[in-house]
Every structure is written in C-alpha cells, then in structure tokens.
C-alpha cells in the first residue's frame, strides 16, 4: 500500500516581514573565516573551534549579576544538542523532530519556522539536530532522511533540496553541515546500523554533489593499499559521521 508523505513545512508568521529580516546581510567566504564579534557561524563560533566570543560586555566581574531577558519553547522535549547559530540578530536554532527556528535574537519572537515531515519507515537512532550552516542568503539544515536541505533565510522557504544517500540503507543525518569555499561538507550516521561512512561535499548553491569519499575504501579507492588486499572490510559499514 503506497504511503502518504506530508509535504514539508516552513510557517512564517502572519504580517510583513520583520525589520530584522528585511536587514538580513548574506553571509559571505571571508565572514565564516573570520565573524564579525557578535555572530556565531559555526557550531563552536569558527573554524578552528575554539568556542569563544570576544564580545566583553560580559566579565568575569559581572557574570553573577546576569538576569534572564526571554525565554521560549521550542515545542520539543528530547535533548537539544545544537548551538544557536546567529547572524545580525537573527537566531538559528535546529531542535530534535527534525524543525528550525529563526528565532529574533533580541526579543525570541519567532520569525519562521520549518519542519520536514520524515517518512514513516526512516530509520534514525538520534532524533536530534545538531545544528545548521549559513553562506550568502541561504540556511543549511541536514534532515533526518539523508537530505540536506537549503532555506531562504529570510523566509525559511525552501530554496533546493538534495539527497545526499539513501535513508532506505540505514543512513540518516543528526550533524551540522560545514560550509567551506562553496561548499556543503557533511557526512551521514547509520555505523551501527551498518552503512558504510563517508564524507560528501555537495555545491552550496545546486546542492549538486561535488564529491564523496568513503572513510573505509572499497578495493581500488584511495587508500584501499593500506587494507588487507582482497578483503571485504568496506562492506561491513563504520566510520559513520556524527
């Protein structure tokens, strides 16, 4: 019996566009190299990972005198494990159920919000998110069912959508996208199920796939010498990406 798979989602709220999102800047190559001090591009802040923000109207000295300004649900209750991602006051947080909010940083007004519905037979042990890319005018969320997909950040519509494999195979997402020259880095989770791991890049502007490298590789890939030859090793999945 063929199923019925609701179409995604993406919900403005109702009115003309926030003034936030109307001064909505693209993010550019040189900006993820090096944000300006008050964004957070990357799942620790930039690319070397370092985690810390050179913003100093917090110090050691007034840190205990901090008060709550808002607060909001996101209307999940598994653990939210993805660092809110921002870019001139506008908050991007990716929540377990496979959604994301833009969220006003300033205020937590919700400015849209975008939910894939999963097909019923995926497969994904980790129903979390763990985050979303920004380059140019685009949000970059990896969803459950082995797709990335690619949001209008002003309007959290669907720009492109790209299969990145096959969910039917075991593979689902839960990890960040990297965005790097151009380009959408992510790999898919699913080693315990058995697939084989790998890491893709896809054109951040197509979502066509640039390339994919297995970190196990099959006879005559790169790096396959340093196996036991004849071996069927790369069958037998790990090196999944989380």
């Not at 006003?104 to 985050?131: C, M, Q, S």
């Not at 790169?222 to 036991?228: L, Y």
């Amino acid at each position: 019996m063929p199923q019925t798979i609701v179409p995604p989602s993406a919900t403005p709220i109702p009115g003309p566009m926030p003034e936030v999102l109307q001064n909505y800047t693209p993010v550019t190559a040189e900006w993820l190299k090096k944000p300006e001090d008050g964004n957070w591009f990357h799942f620790r802040r930039t690319y070397d990972g370092w985690g810390f923000s050179p913003l100093k109207e917090i110090t050691p000295d007034n840190v205990a005198r901090l008060q709550p300004v808002w607060s909001m649900a996101t209307g999940q209750v598994e653990g939210h494990q993805a660092p809110p991602i921002v870019n001139n006051g506008v908050m991007f947080v990716a929540t377990p159920g496979n959604q994301m909010l833009a969220i006003e940083a300033k205020t937590g007004n919700i400015l849209w919000r975008y939910k894939r519905t999963l097909p019923e037979d995926v497969v994904h042990l980790h129903p979390t998110n763990r985050g979303v890319a920004l380059y140019g005018d685009k949000v970059y969320f990896a969803s459950a069912d082995c797709v990335l997909v690619a949001l209008d950040a002003k309007t959290g519509k669907e720009v492109w959508t790209a299969k990145v494999d096959d969910y039917k195979k075991a593979y689902y997402m839960s990890l960040a996208p990297l965005v790097v020259d151009g380009k959408v880095i992510l790999g898919a989770s699913g080693g315990e199920l058995g697939v084989r791991g790998f890491v893709a890049a896809m054109d951040a502007e197509t979502g066509k796939e640039l390339w994919k490298t297995y970190t196990v590789p099959a006879p005559g890939e790169p790096g396959s010498e340093t196996w036991p030859a004849g071996g069927d090793h790369y069958k037998r999945g790990g090196g999944a990406i989380w």
